[in-house]
């Protein structure tokens, strides 16, 4: 097991890694900005170094500055958390090169599951189901017009290279092919580095059903039940539960099996997740993509099987096998996240940094989990993601699980700063997210038009 691990990220991520490893007997590197000085992270790690300027481009994304703060401090290895460099293949291929133990999986595997082209190409070899669309990287709108023609419309442009809702456009008629399409690479090219695109037929109505994988460097591969992330607004998670009411046990276990064959296809290890897409209208599932890192919505998971993830990232990393077999993994009860951040859904969710002059977070009571990095007096800085807090509930079933959510939302309090806490507690206290009946349109078609004009 590592005495020392450093944590090369910031926020609540942080902080859950911290106290993973702190009940694993490792010692802990914090590493923060300039702006992040009075962060919590930065104060609960049992080290701490700034790595540069509030830019995140000058510190959590600076390679060079990360790893010599990882031999600075005699860090045997480096957890990425979400973002910043966790799917970066490059980095990872330069911690192996300095004898660190990237907490994830390998350059070489990521760059065959970070890149969507890669990854459909294994996918199809692999025997997963994929959405019908471009068999290789498009580079130019004539191409992306005869690609749209061939499998029809609506389409689905999406960045080769992409992720975190960036370089994605979907596109219902050939009149706007071309512009969605120069519009979207440019944004994924500055994102990414890469202005690649690839094309898929539009699956509507459809679930965004993701599944949780684990596997370590002895063959062991098992997946830990799925969560739907359908509740989306502009292609990013708002809220995600476990287990989907969307799919029945016999298609739960089908895309458990595809879900570890597609890690077994490229060999992966550590934590992960693939992502489906199915098809209410047929209950055909279809691969998305693969995230090789933890997720932003892993506790969900941990309520339900019992597992901590985030605990089994860094034993499997260590060298250890699995702690659990594919028999050992039931799951129970219900759990639901919610995502807390610093916006105003009143302007269009525009983000709201500012000074917290006092907050209440609502972990009490059974089955209430919040994530957090925020406390009275810290100053949320405005140049990374707005979020502050998940909040996490387990029930019985899923009806407990809702009534303990909006109760912890209800009893969520934040001033100085703007949040969309009260905007999650309407959507959890929807009559259709209350009987499960949406999509993944339904946040963006239904339910936000008829917030915006009730809150007009």
Do not use: W
């Not at 330069?94 to 996918?123: L, Q, W, Y």
């Not at 949040?419 to 009946?437: K, M, P, R, Y």
């Amino acid at each position: 097991m590592f005495k020392k691990i450093l944590i090369a990220n910031r926020g609540e991520i942080a902080v859950r890694i911290i106290r993973a490893a702190r009940e694993l007997g490792i010692e802990t590197v914090a590493v923060y900005s300039e702006a992040d000085k009075d962060s919590l992270h930065a104060l609960l790690a049992d080290e701490a170094i700034c790595i540069g300027p509030a830019k995140a481009t000058d510190s959590y994304l600076n390679m060079n500055a990360v790893l010599s703060a990882a031999i600075l401090t005699k860090a045997q290895a480096i957890h990425p958390g979400f973002g910043f460099l966790s799917e970066n293949s490059k980095f990872a291929t330069m911690c192996e090169e300095m004898n660190i133990k990237f907490i994830g999986p390998s350059g070489t595997v990521m760059d065959k599951m970070g890149d969507k082209i890669n990854a459909r190409a294994e996918m199809i070899k692999a025997n997963v189901p994929v959405i019908p669309g471009s068999d290789g990287e498009v580079f130019t709108a004539e191409d992306a017009l005869e690609i749209a023609e061939q499998i029809g419309y609506p389409v689905m442009l999406k960045a080769s290279a992409g992720g975190g809702g960036k370089g994605i456009r979907k596109v219902t008629q050939k009149a706007d092919l071309v512009a969605a399409f120069e519009s979207a690479s440019q944004e994924a090219l500055a994102a990414f580095g890469n202005g690649a695109m690839y094309i898929e037929k539009v699956v509507y109505p459809a679930r965004h059903i993701e599944v949780q994988i684990l596997g370590d460097s002895h063959g062991n591969i098992i997946h830990l039940g799925e969560r739907d992330c359908s509740l989306q607004r502009n292609n990013q998670k708002v809220l995600e539960e476990s287990p989907s009411v969307a799919i029945g046990q016999t298609l739960r276990d089908e895309m458990g099996q595809a879900a570890v064959r597609a890690a077994q296809a490229v060999q992966y290890e550590n934590a992960g997740t693939i992502e489906f897409l199915v098809d209410e209208s047929t209950g055909q599932f279809y691969f998305m993509e693969m995230n090789t890192r933890i997720q932003v919505e892993h506790p969900v998971t941990e309520f339900v099987t019992g597992v901590d993830l985030v605990k089994e990232q860094i034993k499997v990393a260590s060298g250890l096998e699995l702690s659990y077999r594919q028999e050992d993994i039931s799951i129970t009860g219900h759990a639901i996240e919610c995502r807390i951040n610093a916006e105003n859904p009143a302007f269009n969710f525009a983000p709201s940094p500012g000074k917290i002059e006092s907050v209440f977070l609502p972990a009490g009571g059974v089955g209430v989990r919040v994530d957090s990095a925020v406390y009275p007096d810290y100053t949320i800085p405005p140049y990374y993601d707005s979020m502050i807090a998940k909040v996490i509930v387990h029930g019985e079933n899923r009806f407990d699980a809702l009534m303990k959510m909006q109760r912890a939302l209800y009893e969520f309090e934040v001033s100085g700063v703007i949040t969309n806490v009260d905007f999650q507690l309407d959507l959890i206290s929807d009559s259709h997210v209350i009987a499960g009946d949406y999509d993944t349109s339904f946040l963006m078609e239904t339910f936000l038009p008829a917030y915006q004009e009730d809150k007009e």
